[in-house]
């Protein structure tokens, strides 16, 4: 399995809402953090600027033209204004009363429209993935490779505009396919050589190899050795370059991604105890509870019966 098809298949998008902000200067609008959330807009006219209010992410301002994207994926604050120093009304004070609707808003100047929306996920399939993203993706509509990503969007924008039966889940739908879409542009416009963290690691051409090899079957006996020799890197070489670019060993990368499978099966399935075990590549049931109740701080019978009320 592709890592990221399977973190997109786990994080199990909760609910989507969205909004059509359709504004005129002077404007302005402020959110607050909300954690657990990803929020996304699309600038379908006009141009505005982008602030993300947050002590350890600032950001900004920065200027959206027509057709960029952009997502916040950890519920981060940020603002909208027609200009950098404009007045901002509080976000719920103004939309809450038009989620799925048009919500008017500012003076009888330029015009801006914007498509907004935030998601709810799963939080244990999504931790994985959101503890690895920036503070903010931007997405320039002149990329090439965001070719999908501004179908997503145009289908957006015309559902918002010309609303009809079951619009409310189309545009949910297409907001989590817009979500998936901006990760990829992102992971698209790092360097995979410069660049650390895990969605660099998998733009690298040696480690992502061995990345993917490992996800596909992740049960394998695997060492280091094995990992190196799919990377075609010498063992040490491997090992470095590995580490480098994810912080941690490559055995420590296979029982983190072990539990995160074992985790998913345990909420979602009711799978026994040792099939999970043999399907994460544990031969016995008492070392796979001793692995996971290591990572996770509790037993995988006790997770299990944890997250059924948030299962149902």
């Given amino acids: 399995m592709d890592p990221l098809d399977e973190v997109f298949?786990?994080?199990?998008?909760?609910?989507?809402?969205?909004?059509?902000?359709?504004?005129?200067?002077?404007?302005?609008?402020?959110t607050r953090r909300v954690d657990g959330?990803?929020?996304?807009?699309?600038?379908?006219?006009?141009?505005?600027?982008?602030?993300?209010?947050?002590?350890?992410?600032?950001?900004?301002?920065?200027?959206?033209?027509?057709?960029?994207?952009?997502?916040?994926?950890?519920?981060?604050?940020?603002?909208?204004?027609?200009?950098?120093?404009?007045?901002?009304?509080?976000?719920v004070d103004?939309?809450?009363?038009?989620?799925?609707?048009?919500?008017?808003?500012g003076g009888d100047g330029a015009g801006t429209t914007i498509v907004s929306g935030w998601f709810n996920f799963d939080a244990h399939g999504a931790q994985?993935?959101?503890?690895?993203?920036?503070?903010?993706?931007?997405?320039?509509?002149?990329?090439?490779?965001?070719?999908?990503?501004?179908?997503?969007?145009q289908l957006l924008a015309m559902e918002t505009s010309q609303r009809g039966l079951g619009s409310g889940l189309v545009a949910s739908r297409l907001a989590d396919i817009i979500f998936v879409q901006a990760v990829r542009a992102h992971i698209?416009?790092?360097?995979?050589?410069?660049?650390?963290?895990?969605?660099?690691?998998?733009?690298?051409?040696?480690?992502?190899?061995?990345?993917?090899?490992?996800?596909q079957d992740i049960a394998a006996n695997w060492t280091v050795e094995a990992l190196a020799a799919a990377a075609g890197m010498s063992r040490?070489?491997?090992?470095?370059?590995?580490?480098?670019?994810l912080g941690q060993s490559p055995l420590d990368y296979l029982t983190r991604?072990?539990?995160f499978r074992a985790g998913h099966l345990l909420r979602h399935t009711d799978k026994p105890l040792v099939e999970i075990a043999d399907s994460v590549g544990y031969q016995s049931e008492a070392?796979?509870?001793k692995a996971f109740k290591r990572s996770s701080g509790a037993a995988p019978g006790a997770y299990r019966r944890s997250s059924l009320p948030a299962a149902a």
């Avoid at 994080?11 to 609008?29: F, Q």
């Avoid at 103004?94 to 008017?104: Q, S, T, Y």
Wanted: aromatic letters at 6%; hydrophobic letters at 45%.
């Fill in 188 to 215: 698209d416009a790092l360097d995979a050589d410069t660049g650390t963290g895990w969605l660099a690691a998998l733009s690298d051409r040696r480690i992502g190899a061995a990345l993917r090899l490992l996800h």
């Fill in 257 to 259: 991604w072990r539990m």
């Fill in 94 to 105: 103004v939309v809450r009363a038009n989620i799925g609707g048009v919500v008017p808003i």
């Fill in 287 to 289: 070392a796979f509870n």
């Fill in 128 to 153: 994985p993935l959101m503890d690895l993203l920036p503070g903010l993706l931007h997405i320039r509509m002149d990329q090439d490779r965001t070719q999908l990503l501004q179908a997503a969007l």
């Fill in 236 to 245: 040490s070489g491997f090992a470095l370059r590995f580490k480098e670019k």
């Fill in 37 to 91: 959330t990803a929020r996304f807009g699309l600038v379908l006219r006009g141009g505005c600027w982008l602030t993300l209010d947050d002590e350890t992410h600032p950001r900004g301002p920065i200027a959206l033209a027509a057709g960029d994207c952009f997502v916040i994926p950890h519920g981060l604050p940020y603002t909208l204004r027609d200009e950098p120093r404009s007045p901002t009304v509080n976000c």
């Fill in 9 to 30: 298949a786990a994080m199990r998008v909760e609910n989507a809402l969205y909004a059509r902000l359709e504004a005129k200067a002077p404007w302005g609008l402020s």
